[in-house]
């Protein structure tokens, strides 16, 4: 059974930073394309950040530049480092992994950014 476990959110002033992490069990994870989504209060959710197997990453346009993800195979961990964090970026983050049409994700984490 595939269980992805969101830690790392919280409260922040605008400005600070967040690292967000993300850790599965029950998947052979270095094969999947990892990714982190948030949904906002009467939002869509949306794509934020995935790395692939080989460490390609890709970002929504709203955080090049401020956040990074990386993964960790070893620890089967993939992680989420949000740098001048904003108010707009107040949302739910969730963790999802993906192979092929096999998609799972995890319950999400807070993160609200005081102004």
């Known amino acids: 059974q595939v269980q992805l476990v969101e830690s790392g959110g919280g409260l922040v002033q605008a400005g600070g930073s967040l690292r967000l992490s993300c850790t599965a069990s029950g998947i052979i994870f270095g094969i999947f394309t990892m990714g982190w989504y948030r949904q906002a209060p009467g939002n869509e959710r949306e794509l934020v950040a995935t790395?692939?197997?080989?460490?390609?990453?890709q970002y929504a346009d709203s955080v090049k530049g401020r956040f990074t993800i990386s993964r960790d195979n070893s620890k089967n961990t993939v992680y989420l480092q949000m740098n001048s964090l904003k108010p707009e970026d107040t949302a739910v983050y969730y963790c999802?992994?993906?192979?092929?049409?096999?998609?799972?994700w995890g319950r999400g984490t807070q993160v609200t950014v005081s102004s």
């Open positions: 999802n992994a993906v192979l092929g049409p096999r998609r799972s």
């Open positions: 790395i692939t197997p080989g460490s390609g990453t």
